[in-house]
């Protein structure tokens, strides 16, 4: 059987040490492993086209490669250019310095980077390494480098929507402390952990920095954010449908009943 074909992306740019984690990963499936990464950091960009500037692609060897744009761009040129003449079977994004759970799938460039593989019919998985739960800045890449392949290769030979992308996420815990995986749903945090920081220059002027609190919330059981708070790996799949099917059901009764008066 031949090995499958894997394209590599993430946010945090092609020099990030969890793209390297990635690749170690990736090579325990496959030889065939390309890298498409923006040249510099894009955190938080969500799904966000380069629209109205020229992409510029620098290559590093025969599979290596950055763009000068966001996730989605690395993912748009890899399949239009770069790998055209043999698309990847498989598309793993990350591993994102960093959880990405709850509301933060929204701006996650990781995870969009595997919502724009699924759109254009790849297998996608995003991975994340989260960190600060326990007050520690360093980020515990063992964790995902011992855990991931182990993972990768349950996954894949587990069926899932063809129209689905599935969110990993790795605890903040040592390889030995984690205490297990978990199927999960997005949860959603009780408070905002989003805030702007206000600074002064050196020169006076005011700026703002926008960072996140590190704040805990009370979870579900059940939710990536449980899972992750209790040291579980949390696989999420997640899906382009963005609509709320019992809101739809309400509005259609009370704007029917409205409108056909």
């Given amino acids: 059987m031949s090995q499958p074909r ?22 325990t499936l496959s030889d065939d492993v390309w890298t498409v990464a923006p040249a510099e950091e894009q955190s938080g960009m969500g799904r966000a086209l380069t629209l109205n500037a020229p992409l510029r692609v620098q290559q ?4 290596r490669f950055s763009v000068s744009g966001t996730p989605t761009d690395c993912v748009h040129m890899a399949m239009d ?19 990405n759970i709850a509301e933060d799938v929204t701006m996650s460039g990781t995870v969009a980077a595997a919502m724009h593989g699924v759109q254009m019919g790849v297998q996608s998985i995003a991975l994340s390494q989260a960190y600060g739960f326990e007050g520690r800045a360093k980020i515990r890449w063992e964790t995902s480098r011992e855990h991931g392949p182990r993972v990768l290769k349950a996954l894949l030979d587990a069926p899932w929507s063809q129209n689905t992308l599935l969110n990993v996420n790795f605890p903040d815990r040592a390889p030995d402390q984690v205490a297990g995986v ?21 020169r006076g002027r005011d700026y703002y920095w926008l960072g996140f609190n590190g704040k805990l919330s009370d979870p ?36 029917g009943e409205t409108l056909d008066r």
Avoid: C, F, W
Avoid at 84 to 98: H, I, T
Avoid at 221 to 226: F, P, Q, S, V
């Fill in 6 to 27: 894997i394209l590599l992306v993430n946010d945090d740019g092609i020099h990030a040490p969890g793209l390297k984690v990635l690749e170690e990963i990736a090579r």
């Fill in 220 to 255: 579900a059981a059940g939710t990536d954010l449980r899972a992750v708070y209790d040291g579980r790996i949390s696989i999420t799949p997640l899906h382009l449908d963005l609509t709320n099917y019992e809101a739809r059901t309400r509005l259609k009764t009370a704007l």
């Fill in 81 to 99: 250019i770069l790998m055209k003449d043999a698309r990847p079977d498989l598309l793993l994004s990350g591993v994102n310095s960093g959880q």
């Fill in 60 to 63: 590093y060897d025969d599979k």
């Fill in 182 to 202: 978990e199927v999960t749903a997005q949860g959603q945090r009780d408070q905002v952990v989003l805030h702007a920081d206000a600074r002064t220059d050196l």
